[in-house]
Every structure is written in structure tokens, then in C-alpha cells.
């Protein structure tokens, strides 16, 4: 243990705590990123906490990683195909660890309960993707916001198709409640979609930073896994 309590890594130090994002071109997406990351860091100064990505920005998490005693906490919302084959490769590969994503988790369904208001419908509104597990985790969050699930991509449940569905059965006020961790370019469609509101980006809420930090303790809580 260290001195104030906290388990220690190989070297004596609590491990390095690895943010992974998805990445994006969007330069206000970059930047709720970084400052979500910046906000952990302030919470636990005692921690060499660093970002890296699996797609679109650099640095990517395998060059990262590599010589670091290091817990991977993935900043994403499913266990997708990010986390099981991108995160899952860079980690074994230099014998370090990773948490579970953020999501699905009670935190992040209580974050969008408290931003949904007095709406008739809601539309959860994720990325989109085709693997199943990342599905799985999808139709858990909706199921707990008792939320119509849609996808920003892809061509099946697309969230403008749903929205209008539901305008159709005669919903007045319908709120997307938005799975996406940053702005970027499936955020900016949301508000296009013919929805009433479309509530913000995770990252903002300071559920989302305790979320990161319990996923890193999860871990160097049990020192076996260091």
C-alpha cells in the first residue's frame, strides 16, 4: 500500500491510469474529452492519470501503454468492439489491465433521468453498431429509462425514423436522451432529428468522473490483478 492507503503497482506507484477514448474530428468533442480527463486528474492528484484513443487521434492506446505499469480505463459506453479487440490487444500485449467501459452503468441512467424533464416519449440515442454485446448494453440502458432505442448510423432504427414513428402514435414532446460521451458528428445530427430536446453529452456531469475513478479502484483494489 501507499502512503496515504492506496494500493501500489509494480514499481512502488499507483498505476497509471490510461483514459482510452473512442477519438473524434470534433474539436469541442476533443475538448470535453480532454477536460473530463483534466477533472479526474484533479480529483486524484496523487495519480499520473493520461488519454489515448482507438480511433481518429493520437496517441492510439498501444503506443501509449507501452512500458507502462498501467490500469486501461476504456471511455466508452458498451463493450463493443473497441474494448473487446483494440483495448483487449494493447493490453495484453504489454501485460497491463483494463476495466470494464463506463456503460452500462446506474450512474449514467441516473444522469440521463435527471436531464430527460416531462416528456411523452424518449428516444435513447447511441452510435450504432452491429456487434451484439454492444447491442446488449444498448437495450440495458433503455430498458432501465423505459426509452425506444435508435442509432445515430447505420440504417435500422435510425433516430430520425423513430422520432417520427412515435410523432405518428401521437407524442407531443419527445426528448433524445443522448448515449454519447462528447459532441462529434452523431451528437450534431441528434439535434436534427425532429425531437423536442436532446439533452447533452455525458462527459459534463461529474457522475461520469467518479465513474472513470471507480473503475481504476475496482481494479488496484485487488492486488493480484497488478
Known sequence: MGPAG?????????????????????????????????????????LDVRLAYVDVQQPRVGEAIRGLNAVVVPLLLSAGYHVRVDIAEAVAANNAVATAPLGPDPALVRSLESRIGGADAVVLAAAGSSDPSWRAD?????????????YASGTELRVPDVVARLRA??????????????????????????????????????????????????????????
Open 6 to 46: 492506496q494500493p501500489t503497482g509494480r514499481e512502488g506507484r499507483p498505476p497509471v491510469l490510461l483514459a482510452v477514448a473512442h477519438g473524434t474530428r470534433s474539436a469541442a468533442g476533443q475538448a470535453q474529452i480532454r477536460d473530463l480527463v483534466d477533472r479526474v486528474a484533479c480529483r486524484r492528484p496523487d
Open 138 to 150: 444498448i437495450a440495458t440502458v433503455a430498458a432501465r429509462l423505459g426509452a425506444h432505442v435508435a
Open 169 to 226: 402514435q401521437g407524442a407531443r414532446r419527445i426528448t433524445i436522451a443522448a448515449y454519447l460521451l462528447a459532441e462529434g458528428l452523431f451528437y450534431s445530427s441528434l439535434h436534427r432529428a425532429g425531437a423536442d430536446v436532446v439533452t447533452p453529452p455525458l462527459c459534463a456531469d461529474p457522475a461520469v468522473e467518479e465513474l472513470v475513478l471507480a473503475r481504476y479502484q475496482d481494479l488496484t483494489m485487488a492486488p493480484s490483478r497488478l
